[in-house]
């Protein structure tokens, strides 16, 4: 399989909270982050997590970790229409290369 | 916040022409650039990374004779793509990351650029 995945769509009520998951198999990564990519775009960086926290609050973003697990969660608060976008989870690894997973498109319906 | 400027952004070429894609960093110095590409739904493919006055290191399966990259400068790196063909068609993304920096900063992604290839 991918070495980092996604499930490919979500789809949520405006207001709701929104939950995106990845998975990855290499263990080594400092660390992993979260990018947003809207309609015909680049990417912007949402958040990072270092690989020895569980936890991480942003405003409206809270990022998982779980390293036994192999498994990181991205969860946005009161998601609002302009969340609609494509979000891809990515690990950090040697020679400063990231690896990104599959992308997740997040669609916010009223 | 620092800014990547990526030109053009969309182009449309011929069957065997070539096609150069510019990656500028605008407020900071980058030695080193990636150059990826997303194909429709997809994720990103690590094409090649680009180094500042040296070779571009590229990845597996990713031809360096057809995918020429230079990076003369440290705010500039070109990929061309050369006898263009329409599976070339997709959306090619560069970043940069600041000189000396962590990997706990932002790479820094221009804005994409989608080729299609007639």
């Known amino acids: 399989g991918e070495d980092v995945e996604q499930s490919l769509f979500l789809s949520v009520r405006e207001g709701d909270s929104s939950v995106i998951n990845c998975t990855y198999t290499?263990?080594?990564?400092?660390?992993l982050y979260w990018y947003k990519q809207e309609p015909g775009a680049g990417l912007q960086l949402l958040t990072y997590?270092?690989?020895?926290?569980d936890m991480k609050q942003d405003q409206r973003l809270t990022v998982l970790l779980n390293k036994k697990d192999k498994h990181l969660s991205l969860r946005i608060a009161d998601t609002q229409t302009g969340d609609s976008a494509i979000y891809f989870c990515?690990?950090?690894?040697?020679?400063?290369?990231?690896?990104f997973g599959t992308g997740t498109q997040l669609k916010v319906e009223l | 916040g620092a800014v990547v400027s990526q030109h053009p952004s969309r182009v449309i070429c011929k069957s065997g022409t070539s096609v150069k894609i510019e990656c500028r960093s605008l407020?900071?110095?980058?030695?080193?650039m990636f150059w990826y590409r997303q194909f429709p739904k997809q994720s990103l493919m690590l094409m090649a990374t680009?180094?500042?006055?040296?070779?571009?290191?590229?990845e597996q399966g990713v031809e360096k004779d057809k995918f020429l990259i230079n990076h003369a400068s440290l705010t500039l790196s070109t990929l061309t793509v050369t006898s263009a063909h329409p599976e070339d068609s997709s959306f090619y993304i560069c970043?940069?990351?600041?000189?000396?920096?962590?990997?706990?900063?932002?790479?820094?992604f221009g804005q994409g650029t989608r080729l299609t290839v007639v």
């Open positions: 970043s940069a990351r600041a000189q000396g920096v962590p990997m706990n900063t932002e790479a820094f």
């Open positions: 290499d263990s080594s990564s400092t660390y």
């Open positions: 997590i270092f690989s020895n926290m």
């Open positions: 990515a690990r950090g690894g040697g020679g400063n290369k990231l690896t």
């Open positions: 407020d900071f110095q980058a030695t080193t």
């Open positions: 680009s180094n500042e006055g040296s070779k571009a290191t590229y």
